[in-house]
C-alpha cells in the first residue's frame, strides 16, 4: 500500500530514495532500478502496470552520465555492445506488451519480482569479484547467436519488471571470460537503448490501453535525476568500501526483499 504524499512530495521523496539506493547498489555492480521498483510499489504508490515503464525512465535519465564517462575514457562496448542491444530491444518490446496484457494485476507481478530479486540476491551474497593481481578466468566466451538469443530474454525481463537488464547480463559476460573494462560500458548501453524502447513501447500501449500504462514523468524523471547524482557518488565512494562486503550487505538486503514480495504473492 502506497503512501499518500502531496503535490511535489512525490517527487521530492523519489529523488532522494533514487540517490540513496544508487549511492548504495552501484559500489555492488547493479542497477539502482532493481531496488527501485519495490519501493515505487510500497511506498511511493506507483500504479501498476505504470511502475514499470517509470522504472525504465529511471534508466533513460540516470545512465548517460556514467555512459559518457566511459567514453571520454575510450570505453564503448564495441561489438559486444552491438549484439547486446540488438537482442535487448526486440526483448523489451515483447516484455512490455507481456507486462500489460497478460501481468496488469498486483499479485502475480509479486511473485516476477520476487523471481528477479531472490536470485540476484543469492549471486550477490555468494559471490565476491576479482581481486586486482589474480590471473583472469579462461575465456569461454558465448556464440553471437546464443548471446543475442540471452539478451533478448533478459531484455523481455526488463520490460516486465523495468529494469534494463545489466544486473543479469553482467555477472554472465565476466563469468565467461569477458573483460570489465568492455562488459560495463556494453551493458550499459544496452541498459540505455532497452530502456529508451520500452518507454516508447509503453507510451504506444497506453493509446489503446485502459488504465495506468503510460511512464508517470513527474516521478520517473526524479527518480532518474537522484539516481544520476547517486550513482556518480557511488562510484567515487567504491575504492573506499571493502567489496566483498559491499555484495554480501547488498545481497542480504535483496534477498529480503524479495522474500517479501514471494510472500506477499503467494498470500
Not at 60 to 69: E, I
Not at 175 to 190: D, F, I, Q, R, Y
Not at 232 to 252: C, E
Not at 258 to 266: F, M
Request: glycine share 14%; hydrophobic share 50%; charged share 10%.
Amino acid at each position: 500500500m502506497g503512501l499518500v504524499l502531496g503535490t511535489g512530495w512525490t517527487e521530492a521523496v523519489a529523488l532522494i530514495a533514487a540517490f540513496v539506493i544508487a549511492v548504495a547498489s552501484t559500489p555492488a555492480g547493479i542497477s539502482g532500478a532493481v531496488l527501485l521498483l519495490p519501493f515505487q510499489v510500497s511506498v511511493l504508490g506507483t500504479p501498476s502496470p505504470a511502475v514499470t515503464p517509470t522504472n525504465l525512465l529511471y534508466n533513460v535519465v540516470a545512465t548517460p552520465g556514467a555512459l559518457y564517462r566511459y567514453r571520454r575514457q575510450g570505453q564503448t562496448g564495441g561489438r559486444l555492445a552491438l549484439v547486446l542491444i540488438a537482442g535487448t530491444v526486440p526483448g523489451v518490446i515483447a516484455g512490455s506488451v507481456i507486462r500489460v496484457e497478460l501481468l496488469p494485476g498486483p499479485r502475480v507481478f509479486d511473485l516476477v519480482i520476487a523471481a528477479v530479486l531472490v536470485p540476484l540476491g543469492i549471486w550477490l551474497a555468494l559471490t565476491r569479484p576479482t581481486r586486482a593481481g589474480e590471473p583472469d578466468r579462461p575465456a569461454r566466451l558465448i556464440p553471437a547467436p546464443v548471446l543475442v538469443v540471452l539478451a533478448a530474454t533478459v531484455g523481455c525481463v526488463g520490460g516486465i519488471y523495468g529494469i534494463g537488464g545489466g544486473s543479469i547480463l553482467a555477472p554472465i559476460l565476466l563469468g565467461t571470460g569477458h573483460k570489465a573494462s568492455e562488459v560495463a560500458p556494453a551493458a550499459l548501453a544496452s541498459t540505455f537503448v532497452t530502456s529508451v524502447a520500452g518507454v516508447i513501447t509503453f507510451t504506444i500501449l497506453a493509446l489503446y490501453e485502459d488504465g495506468s500504462v503510460a511512464p508517470d514523468w513527474p516521478t520517473g524523471i526524479a527518480l532518474g535525476v537522484g539516481g544520476l547524482a547517486g550513482a556518480y557518488t557511488g562510484a567515487r565512494f567504491q575504492s573506499r568500501m571493502p567489496d566483498v562486503l559491499i555484495r554480501r550487505l547488498m545481497g542480504i538486503l535483496v534477498i529480503a526483499i524479495g522474500v517479501q514480495y514471494l510472500w506477499s504473492g503467494l498470500s
